[in-house]
């Protein structure tokens, strides 16, 4: 099988998980990706947890997720010489992967107008917390700041007047990497076919804007917040969470629900709801939201889990059930689709997650462990045609720390 980005060389220049997470992703897809890290490694490598299985040596899971298949070189940017290191290393690449701030691409001579008078063909892919531009270009921001705190998720989270609910480490990270890497691969084709390098700007806020989008559009036309779920008084009873007899819970999923209600009344033995005409639309079941939720959880308390979804199967009904990870992670379903894939470190075996998406006949996979830090940086810098004269100037300098 051929892999997707096969001979595409990316440099990244990058910390924490958001940029990382896309260099990641194209590795996955092929592309030879060279981190470069400051001496001693890059922060992640240290600042969370490690985890370790029976028997063996501890490592980091999380920088392994972000980084496998990566080759390491180490670079001082404030020794002299430091961010020359780095152009003559652009210079042989097709993408430029960063989350430098504005003020420190400038500071560095890494601007993306620097960076394409050296190299004009070159992706300029900078992914930060609100943009390059902008007043709050240079701010910083991670995830639970800048994509769902500063773009309205957080807003809109949670039961009504309930206290504000802090994401999940990183998935404001993720996300915003998947859309670098399809911005990424959507500048290459423009260079291919242009013949001109391109700029990439991501921001976490914008992202994170984009997965409520359809909030957002709403707010655009009539300047309101939407309200929250109320799981309690729903607009849709048809749509909604519910607890079950034996401490599971399920959420109901039906977008359209007319056609569905006959089924769930069915389902629970409520046919006096399906015969009464003033249930039989959305808008009539509206004006009685928390009586028929009241209605469908008492029901629902009634049953096991494994009692209501032959129930709720049987009538066709779109549902899932809550799950905890450890039921994530021997998902039958995920299992078929190799969404967990071997990763083999110096500390064993171990499972990480794979890329979100497959293409079928095509080479995308995870390509082993992250190297340690600095372990590649005499190789690429020869590769980049450096004599061991220029290396050892280089390493007087202090630019390997």
């Not at 990566?70 to 020794?79: E, F, G, M």
């Not at 097709?94 to 430098?100: P, S």
């Not at 480490?169 to 990424?184: K, L, P």
């Not at 032959?310 to 799950?323: F, Q, T």
Request: proline residues 8%.
């Amino acid at each position: 099988m051929t892999a997707p980005l096969e001979g595409i060389r990316v440099i990244e220049l990058a910390n924490y998980v958001a940029a990382p997470s896309a260099g990641g992703l194209l590795r996955d897809l092929g592309a030879e990706v060279i981190k470069i890290e400051p001496p001693g490694g890059e922060v992640m490598r240290g600042v969370v947890p490690t985890g370790s299985g029976p028997g063996t040596a501890p490592f980091n899971f999380l920088f392994e997720l972000e980084n496998r298949g990566k080759r390491s070189v180490t670079v001082d940017l404030d020794a002299p010489g430091g961010p020359e290191v780095v152009h003559r290393l652009l210079a042989g690449a097709d993408i430029f992967l960063t989350n430098l701030l504005p003020r420190r691409l400038r500071r560095f001579g890494l601007t993306p107008e620097e960076v394409h008078a050296r190299n004009p063909g070159i992706v300029f892919v900078a992914i930060t917390g609100y943009g390059l531009e902008g007043p709050d270009a240079d701010r910083p921001g991670f995830d639970f700041s800048a994509f769902w705190t500063r773009s309205g998720i957080m807003s809109l989270i949670g039961h009504p007047g309930s206290p504000p609910v802090i994401s999940r480490i990183a998935q404001g990270d993720h996300t915003t990497g998947m859309a670098a890497v399809a911005a990424a691969l959507a500048a290459l084709r423009l260079r291919d076919l242009t013949g001109k390098g391109q700029v990439v700007d991501i921001s976490l806020q914008q992202t994170g804007l984009y997965t409520i989008a359809t909030d957002v559009a709403k707010t655009l036309v009539d300047g309101r917040q939407p309200r929250r779920f109320d799981r309690t008084a729903p607009e849709n009873p048809l749509f909604n969470t519910y607890p079950t007899g034996d401490g599971h819970w399920v959420m109901l999923v039906h977008m359209t629900p007319d056609p569905y209600w006959p089924r769930l009344c069915r389902a629970i033995g409520r046919e006096d709801w399906a015969a009464d005409p003033d249930l039989a639309t959305m808008a009539g079941r509206r004006q009685r939201g928390a009586e028929l939720a009241a209605g469908i959880e008492q029901a629902f308390l009634a049953e096991s889990l494994a009692s209501l979804a032959e129930k709720l199967d049987r009538e066709g009904l779109i549902w899932a059930p809550m799950v905890e990870l450890p039921e994530v992670v021997a998902d039958p379903q995920l299992r078929g689709r190799d969404a967990f894939q071997p990763l083999e470190t110096p500390a064993g075996t171990f499972e990480t997650v794979a890329a979100p998406f497959r293409i079928r006949g095509a080479d995308v996979r995870v390509r082993g462990a992250a190297s340690a830090p600095g372990a590649d940086t005499l190789d690429v810098l020869r590769a980049a045609g450096y004599t061991d004269d220029d290396i050892a100037a280089l390493a007087e300098r202090g630019v390997f720390g």
